[in-house]
Structure formats: structure tokens, C-alpha cells
């Protein structure tokens, strides 16, 4: 059964910090990977979507990696800013079900004071 | 905004009544969903429709009933909820593409409390 798991659960950084998050799963077998951020009480917004033939996506400031035999992922946050404070999500699309299911970490809270 | 929106945004209900919970996507995609967040757990896949016809029903219990009328438009009926069953309700859609080339574009959600 496919898990993902994010470390840490919470993290607090001063503002113009970089700084990393980790995602892993225990199984492979994926089409992609894909990290999203929620704010309080919202939807979640896409922030980079890796293939599983990628290895890396960059946008901005986030730059995500992805080693899928070792089943890994990280984000990173370059220069971070009050604004980035939300909280990650990481999904694997897992091989299985009608549409490769979205299988959800429980989220790094992240907060960047000022 | 993402093109998937969702009504109400706010919900308290009582374990009798019956309510229904709308996503709306204006993205032409084909391929939509529900999901369950609740407290400190991870997001939990619901149901998927693809093209209006139900391809995956994740053992979620029969007082969530979904109803799929067209492409664009996902409803999710509640009758007789429990107070566990609070959550934040997140629809999503996406473009079917073949098997994971479907990125999914997620509504704000709709906070339901049962009381």
C-alpha cells in the first residue's frame, strides 16, 4: 500500500531564509508527483507537477526534485517570504484505480515570520 | 482561482438533515472529483467521475451519495451524517489524458460541520 510521508510536520523560519522540504514514499510505482500548497481553510493551488521520467521542476523560487527509486522528493524554497507561509502538500499519483490515484501526505505547516 | 468553484463554502448541519454540497468546473475538463480532509489526517480520495459515468468509489459510506448530471458539474448528497464525518470537502477536475496525464485543479472546499 502506497504511504506518503512529509518531514517535518510544522516549520517556522525568519524571512530570506532557503530552506527544504521533504517528501517520501514507499512505493515506486508512480506516474508523478506533485506538490501543492493550501492556505488556512482553502482549496489547494498546484505548485509543480514532476513526471516520474523528471528528475527535477522549477517555478520561480520553488525548485521540487524527484528520485523515484529511492522514493524521495524534495521543495525548495529560495529567499522565503512571509506570503510562503501555508502548508505543502505532497501526492504521488499511484499506478491503480480508474485515473492513477492521488495519494496525499499529511502536509508540512510552514510559517516565515518576518 | 483555479475554474472549479464550490457552494456552500460553509455548512453546519444536524445529524438528521439532508443537504448537498455543489463543485462547478469551467475548465472543459473531463474527469472529476471528491475528497475528505479532516483533522490531521491526509486528504482521502472519495469518488471519481470520468465523463459522468462513476469509476471509483473509495469504500465511502451510502449517506454520501454523488451524482454526476454532466461533465461540468458534481454534486455530493449527505443524509443522516455523523459528527466524525465534519471535514473539509474538496472537489476536484482534471483532463483525462490517459493514465497519469491528468493533472487535477481543486476547488476551495466546503467546511461541513455536523452537529
Known amino acids: 500500500k502506497q504511504e506518503v510521508t512529509q518531514i517535518p510536520a510544522a516549520l517556522s523560519v525568519p524571512e530570506g531564509e532557503n530552506l527544504v522540504l521533504n517528501c517520501s514514499f514507499t512505493d515506486s510505482a508512480i506516474y508523478n508527483l506533485q506538490w501543492f500548497r493550501q492556505d488556512p481553510g482553502k482549496g489547494l493551488t498546484s505548485l509543480l507537477l514532476i513526471q516520474s521520467s523528471q528528475r527535477e521542476q522549477t517555478s520561480g523560487r520553488l525548485n521540487a526534485s524527484l528520485d523515484k527509486s529511492s522514493g524521495r522528493s524534495t521543495l525548495y524554497i529560495a529567499a522565503s517570504q512571509p506570503g510562503d507561509s501555508a502548508t505543502y502538500l505532497c501526492a504521488v499519483r499511484h499506478y491503480g484505480g480508474s485515473q492513477g490515484n492521488l495519494i496525499f501526505g499529511k502536509g508540512t505547516k510552514l510559517s516565515v515570520k518576518p | 482561482e483555479t475554474g472549479v468553484t464550490q457552494t456552500p463554502r460553509h455548512l453546519v448541519m444536524g445529524m438528521t438533515n439532508k443537504k448537498s454540497l455543489k463543485c462547478e468546473q469551467h475548465?472543459?475538463?473531463?474527469?472529476m472529483y471528491w475528497y475528505k480532509q479532516s483533522a490531521k489526517k491526509p486528504l482521502e480520495l472519495m469518488f471519481v467521475y470520468n465523463f459522468k459515468e462513476q469509476t471509483e468509489n473509495n469504500s465511502v459510506p451510502s449517506r454520501f451519495s454523488p451524482e454526476c448530471p454532466n461533465s461540468s458539474h458534481l454534486f455530493l448528497h449527505l443524509h443522516t451524517l455523523q459528527p466524525e464525518d465534519s471535514a473539509l470537502y474538496l472537489c476536484?477536475?482534471?483532463?483525462?489524458?490517459?493514465?497519469?496525464?491528468?493533472?487535477?485543479?481543486f476547488g476551495p472546499g466546503t467546511r461541513l460541520t455536523v452537529t
Open positions: 475548465l472543459g475538463h473531463n474527469a
Open positions: 476536484a477536475s482534471s483532463q483525462d489524458r490517459g493514465r497519469g496525464q491528468n493533472e487535477q485543479y
